[in-house]
């Protein structure tokens, strides 16, 4: 079966082929593998495996790794991944050494940092320790470490990029705010922890779109995508003013990759586009793409004279010192996201299908 996948796995390798050498016959540790970067770093992983014949092993860990045999069996199935039930709180990490860790844990949950903000920063903080300790024993050389746009707090007005340089940050007086405290604190930990010997780059993703991004969380992409292949009229939550950008999936990979390699330790590098929208302006970049007409509806009207929330990095540092660019448009991102996942739901009817008429034959 051609992969799905292939053509973004291709751009990904042409992108990074100078890099691999680092992993030939070594092993990586990769944590939250099931999640949306996960799935990337391992699909872009294994291609690169198998195209360059690296040898190398990838161990994903996570603390349902049965969610990858349902969500990408081929990767689950994949001899050169083996998957290791655990949680990043309480250590029980695979045995052995690695020469590389990717420290993935921990997605962005608008859900749990509401219902539980102690356990959304005891996840980050107790996880990213674990992890450091980990690497710091098993002769890692260089971990990447995920961390989030939300350590700088809301973005001014009057900045329409946010750079790493940026000194504002969340209010820890509010509880909302665990998520954006706790990768601040993570960001502190790796700092405390990098040495000559372990090396620490830090990435701070924005906003993303692509294959295996979640479509039913509070990322209004997801949403919007949702919408269209339900048939149903996009629904935009609240006045449709504030800004965001998103980079592509597959731009995404390059960028997390670089960074693992070539990223300088201690130094926190912004992972996003810098191509600003209203979040109104990219329902309407959905509905444009979807198979028939589709209607929006925006909640409510944005207040006269209200500045609009922005959500949009600088990435100057990421290109002018490592060269990265976002090479996909959105309208692109959104066009290739949407029919991956319209050909999903599609194998997915069909085998409901097949198993309904091969009941309906044994009766």
């Not at 100078?18 to 593998?33: C, K, M, N, P």
């Not at 990043?88 to 940092?113: E, Q, W």
């Not at 959500?311 to 029919?339: C, D, F, K, M, N």
Request: proline fraction near 5%.
């Amino acid at each position: 079966m051609t992969h799905r996948l292939a053509n973004d796995l291709d751009s990904i390798l042409s992108r990074t082929e100078t890099l691999w050498s680092d992993l030939r016959g070594e092993r990586v540790l990769i944590t939250g593998a099931t999640g949306f970067f996960g799935c990337w770093l391992l699909e872009s992983l294994a291609w690169a495996n198998q195209r360059l014949n690296l040898k190398a092993q990838a161990v994903a860990l996570s603390r349902h790794p049965c969610i990858l045999a349902e969500r990408a069996p081929h990767l689950a199935a994949d001899p050169s991944i083996v998957l290791h039930e655990a949680d990043v709180r309480h250590g029980d990490f695979p045995g052995g050494n690695f020469s590389h860790v990717v420290h993935a844990a921990t997605a962005a949950s608008a859900k749990l940092n509401a219902a539980n903000p102690l356990s959304m920063f005891d996840t980050i903080v107790d996880g990213t320790k674990n992890v450091l300790e980990f690497a710091s024993k098993r002769s890692v050389a260089r971990l990447l470490f995920l961390s989030s746009g939300a350590v700088y707090g809301t973005q001014p007005a009057h900045i329409s990029h946010v750079s790493e340089s940026f000194e504002g940050g969340p209010d820890p007086l509010n509880r909302a705010n665990a998520y954006a405290e706790g990768k601040r604190a993570a960001e502190m930990l790796c700092t405390l922890y990098a040495s000559h010997k372990l090396e620490i780059p830090i990435a701070r993703g924005f906003a993303f779109v692509g294959p295996y991004m979640p479509l039913d969380t509070h990322f209004a992409i997801g949403n919007f995508i949702s919408d269209t292949l339900q048939g149903r009229p996009i629904h935009v939550k609240g006045d449709g003013s504030p800004l965001r950008s998103y980079l592509y999936a597959s731009d995404l990979a390059v960028w997390l990759w670089t960074m693992l390699f070539k990223g300088k330790s201690g130094r926190a590098y912004n992972v996003g586009s810098e191509d600003g929208l209203s979040v109104a302006a990219l329902a309407q970049e959905v509905a444009e793409i979807a198979p028939a007409k589709t209607a929006i509806h925006i909640a409510s009207t944005p207040q006269r004279g209200a500045c609009a929330h922005r959500y949009v990095p600088s990435t100057a540092r990421a290109r002018e010192e490592l060269g990265l660019r976002a090479e996909v448009p959105l309208r692109e991102a959104i066009q290739r996201t949407h029919a991956w996942f319209a050909d999903r739901q599609a194998r997915a009817d069909a085998h409901r299908q097949e198993t309904l008429a091969a009941r309906g034959a044994h009766a």
